[in-house]
């Protein structure tokens, strides 16, 4: 039962770069989302898929890029990294929306840990 | 403008003692409040979650308090113990929504 799984875990860029951070799930959910991780910021919603072929934009979507080609698969693509990009990136995958009526629950990965310099 | 705002920023507390985080929201429109438990190094799981409709949820060591009227709800964790140090992060969006929207985390030590 692997879950949300994200790869790398740790990456570190030059300004400029470009990268994807890759992102699967085994639980055929048709919502993933993407979010990053920042010191007293919470987490914050860069952007949200709610099927294959079906992407929209979140609270922070500018500087990156995602498709969704496959139930399965969400990555996310990093144009040109910037330092203010350093952060820890989070995956989640969840059942329909609902609130407690459909027990609804984000499942996230493990996260990828990104610093750019 | 944060949506969903959370206090305190770090809480020690002693072991057998009781934790209480604090979370405040703006959109009267949101009604489902989940309360989710990062461990370091992981992603977060969901601990509990409530709607505006009930005051009170107890799961176990965890109960989660609601004030509709002052749009308040909070997290308290009694006989805290040092296993449940982690950071805690207040969440809310509507039931229909997929947009779910995090506080800024609450990172709980519990010593022994």
């Known amino acids: 039962n692997a879950g949300v799984t994200q790869t790398p875990k740790f990456q570190v860029l030059k300004t400029g770069q470009s990268m994807t951070l890759q992102c699967a799930q085994d639980m055929n959910h048709e919502y993933m989302s993407w979010y990053r991780q920042d010191p007293g910021m919470g987490l914050r919603l860069i952007h949200y898929s709610v099927g294959a072929g079906i992407t929209d934009q979140g609270e922070v979507p500018n500087g990156y890029n995602v498709s969704r080609s496959t139930t399965e698969d969400f990555p996310l693509r990093l144009l040109s990294a910037a330092p203010s990009q350093t952060s820890v990136y989070f995956c989640a995958s969840s059942t329909r929306p609902g609130g407690l009526a459909t027990n609804e629950k984000l499942f996230f990965g493990s996260g990828t840990q990104l610093s750019v310099l | 403008q944060q949506q969903v705002k959370q206090s305190p920023q770090s809480l020690i507390v002693q072991k057998g003692g009781i934790s209480i985080i604090n979370c405040a929201y703006e959109?009267?429109?949101?009604?489902?409040f989940p309360w989710y438990q990062q461990f370091p190094g992981k992603g977060p799981a969901l601990l509990i979650a409530?709607?505006?409709?009930?005051s009170e949820k107890k799961e176990g060591r965890f109960t989660i308090s609601f004030n509709k009227s002052a749009k308040q709800f909070s997290l308290h964790i009694m006989d805290s113990q040092p296993g449940d140090s982690a950071t805690y992060f207040c969440a809310a969006k509507m039931d229909s929504s997929y947009k779910l929207i995090f506080g800024s985390g609450t990172r709980l030590l519990v010593r022994p």
């Open positions: 409530i709607r505006p409709d009930v």
């Open positions: 959109n009267t429109a949101f009604d489902y």
